[in-house]
């Protein structure tokens, strides 16, 4: 379950790593600026401040762009689906405009790195089309807001693509890129240039003292200020758990015989379908590969994630048929409850720890914007020699819908956390040993456990997520474990993946039959 960029990159990463002293040792070297996280936001981020000749640090629990950045579909574009109808809903004309003049500010800085650097990219139209005709009140909102800020969208009636299509709004000049060979660029250049990149590093901790101190599982670091830049930040400062909301969608490519007309989609009602093509990496030569993604739904809140795959894999072949699969992946994002990306300083940071997340499926742009918000700010750059649209979004009042949303998400975590262990109760062991891509969860002297069988091996671990003690839920699809209540998500051997948990699972005694 690796996606097409992953899999077809060519080429090395040789990062520059820390030297970290030992846990409990005293602090390893200082730096001006520690970065947490290597996607999209933490590299573009890095490389501002190094280019202002900051010493930056970069470290990552994974690899370089391991989830949101080097898994989405590689559209920059500011169209974004319905996300400006939804926003302009709950936001004024101003807020509405600074987010899509931040994004567009996101969308030069990929444009000009990419040029810069050697990384191709295409200029395509964005569709945000209908599937049925229930779908065009949403357009016209959509065109609506789009227009209002100064886009120069159209509409369009009809287009000579195989799947349903009722009407789109077209946004041309848009860019299609890997985002994966993007992301490893940016670092090889942060390397380049003397920064500090290690992977495989977890942050456990900031504390925000004169120096910072950055807590990791190797020892710690200190810096001038911290920059979180996971897709769920890590720190529980700010509450940002819950002020975001989790969701997970899947992406396949395939080879296809006749691929669609050239462009970039995605629907605006029914369940989501985004499409566009990319060159067959495999054979140059060859039609462009069709990439598909959708069917997104909260974390850990599906009866089958396997099905909702299923489900897209028939749609893609329905419509697309002898529709050949290469490659099928998933990725996970979080949508502020205020539907406007969180960026800035960390609440209770002493001014010293800043965040990023949000993005809503928008990462590229959104982003890139970010960093240059984030690193504007942590340079000093006057108030009034500040990008319009920072002093805006920075500035903003909270509505009543926003806050009727934080309510909403949080009440549903409050029943999904009682849920979960009631669920748990109720199943008691013994229970039967799990088939192959199969887990369970039960009760065993009133402490959840999970059990799961992975390429024949069977665990057990303790199936309470170390992120304020939600229930985990077996995901069938990508055989992990997976939390309801803030997204969090663990390999079957209980090794954490990602969310705003850092700590991995507790493994139990192996389980030889039932339990």
Known sequence: MTSIWKATATGEFEGRPLVLPERGAAPGDRYDVVVVGAGITGLATALELQR???????????????????????????LQGKRLSMIRRSHSARVTRAYIEANLDGQRWIEQFSREHGVPFAFETDYSYAQEQGGLRTLDDVFQAAFEAGL?????????????????VALPGQLALDPYRLALEMAREFVRNGGALTTGVRVTGVRASDPAIVETDDGELLTDDVVITTAAPVLYRGLYFAKTRHSRSYLA?????????PGLFISVDGRTRSLRTAPDPESPDAPQQLVVGGNEHPVGRVDSAAARVEDLLEWTKRYFPGAELTHRWSAQDYESANLVPFAGRMPRGRG?????????KWGLTNGAAA????SAEILGDPWPEQRPWIRTLATRVTMPSDVGRGIAENATVGRELVAGWVRAE???APVPKPAEGKGVVASRGGVPIGVSTVDGTT???????????GVLCWNDAEATWDCPLHGSRFEASG???????FRDLEATERPDGDI
Do not use: Q
């Open 352 to 360: 010293r720890v800043w965040v990023a997340t949000g993005y809503a």
């Open 371 to 374: 960093a240059l918000r984030i």
């Open 152 to 168: 120069p969208v159209e509409r369009v009636e009809r287009m000579p693509v195989p799947f349903p299509f009722a009407g789109a």
């Open 253 to 261: 490519s395939f080879r296809v015989e006749d691929p669609p007309t």
């Open 426 to 428: 109720l199943r008691r």
């Open 52 to 78: 202002a000749g900051r010493s930056v640090a970069v470290i990552e629990a994974r690899d370089v762009a391991a989830l949101a950045t080097g898994g989405n579909t590689g559209k920059a574009s500011v």
């Open 495 to 501: 090794r954490l993946i990602e969310g705003p948990a």
């Open 459 to 469: 665990r057990a671990v303790r199936a309470v997520c170390t992120h304020l003690g």
